[in-house]
T-cell receptor, first 112, second 112 residues
Framework: QKEVEQDPGPLSVPEGAIVSLNCTYSNSAFQYFMWYRQYSRKGPELLMYTYSSGNKEDGRFTAQVDKSSKYISLFIRDSQPSDSATYLCAMSVGAAGNKLTFGGGTRVLVKP | DAGITQSPRHKVTETGTPVTLRCHQTENHRYMYWYRQDPGHGLRLIHYSYGVKDTDKGEVSDGYSVSRSKTEDFLLTLESATSSQTSVYFC???????????FGPGTRLTVT
């Protein structure tokens, strides 16, 4: 079993809908949780991060962490065709310089 | 791509030949990482470096070696390439004061 599980999708939604993404994990030592966005044939770029449990909002994006359930989520409000990409969750035990463990990624397609 | 270049960007090689991939950064970041990305597996850490001449193994290090003789360069070598090493390879960098990893554009390697 993988340490971090993520549904590969694809997840297809109409423009303007809310996109809901999630990951589950098994290692209770994970403290730092991140969401990366990756466009086709590009490197991943950091979207959101959260330390420990709780919610964090940044514009149209909301990240949630529930450490008791070992479950993290990313919500994208008012989705746009430009949000079509693969979204990867990542986690680490420590902060700077620490190794990241990634989920397999969920491909999202926002249709105009 | 945060001052990170990878070379070559594409390479086709034959089984059994040695291959070296180069990652070059202009950000003077301390940490550098090599990942491979395969369908269904997300990104998996191969090796990482926490300083010049300081490296350590990641999750999937068998068949790979690395070297870092200068802050700006991190080399990944496949001593004898195998078809299972066909993948997209990403380099990433991070700084001591920041958990965020910045990714390069990737190298697409095909071993025939």
């Amino acid at each position: 079993q993988k340490e971090v599980e993520q549904d590969p999708g694809p997840l297809s939604v109409p423009e303007g809908a809310i996109v809901s993404l999630n990951c589950t994990y098994s290692n209770s030592a994970f403290q730092y949780f991140m969401w990366y966005r990756q466009y086709s044939r590009k490197g991943p770029e950091l979207l959101m991060y959260t330390y420990s449990s709780g919610n964090k909002e940044d514009g149209r994006f909301t990240a949630q962490v529930d450490k008791s359930s070992k479950y993290i989520s990313l919500f994208i409000r008012d989705s746009q065709p430009s949000d079509s990409a693969t979204y990867l969750c990542a986690m680490s035990v420590g902060a700077a310089g620490n190794k990241l463990t990634f989920g397999g990624g969920t491909r999202v397609l926002v249709k105009p | 791509d945060a001052g990170i270049t990878q070379s070559p960007r594409h390479k086709v090689t034959e089984t059994g030949t040695p291959v070296t991939l180069r990652c070059h950064q202009t950000e003077n970041h301390r940490y550098m990482y090599w990942y491979r990305q395969d369908p269904g597996h997300g990104l998996r850490l191969i090796h990482y470096s926490y300083g010049v001449k300081d490296t350590d193994k990641g999750e999937v290090s068998d068949g790979y070696s690395v070297s870092r003789s200068k802050t700006e360069d991190f080399l990944l070598t496949l001593e004898s390439a195998t078809s299972s090493q066909t993948s997209v390879y990403f380099c990433a960098i991070s700084e001591t004061t920041n958990y965020e990893q910045y990714f390069g554009p990737g190298t697409r390697l095909t071993v025939t």
